[in-house]
């Protein structure tokens, strides 16, 4: 019985770190958030140009967010 429980805990415990097939690197995974985060700043870059009322009212909002906001 306890033998039974213990085969249990063991199937359910986390894989090391080792067992893993391929482990990123921290650099891989800071490179590939700065390319995501550089794609996303383009893209609300250039909806801003083709939608100018609409980013300036986020704006808007966002300032008087801020101005509400407590420190």
Same mark, same amino acid.
């Given at each position: 019985?306890?033998?039974?429980? !213990? !085969?249990? %805990?063991? !199937?359910? &415990?986390?894989?090391?770190? !080792?067992? &893993?097939?391929?482990?990123?690197?921290? /650099?891989? +995974? *800071? *490179?590939? #958030? /700065? $390319?995501? =985060? #550089?794609? =996303? $700043?383009?893209?609300?870059? =250039?909806?801003? +140009?083709?939608?100018?009322?609409? /980013? %300036? /009212? &986020?704006?808007? +909002? $966002?300032?008087? +967010?801020?101005?509400?906001?407590?420190?």
């Amino acid at each position: 019985m306890a033998d039974g429980k !213990q !085969q249990k %805990r063991d !199937q359910s &415990a986390p894989r090391d770190a !080792q067992d &893993a097939p391929e482990t990123e690197t921290e /650099a891989e +995974r *800071r *490179r590939r #958030r /700065a $390319h995501f =985060l #550089r794609e =996303l $700043h383009e893209a609300k870059a =250039l909806r801003d +140009r083709v939608q100018p009322r609409r /980013a %300036r /009212a &986020a704006r808007m +909002r $966002h300032v008087m +967010r801020m101005r509400t906001f407590r420190w």
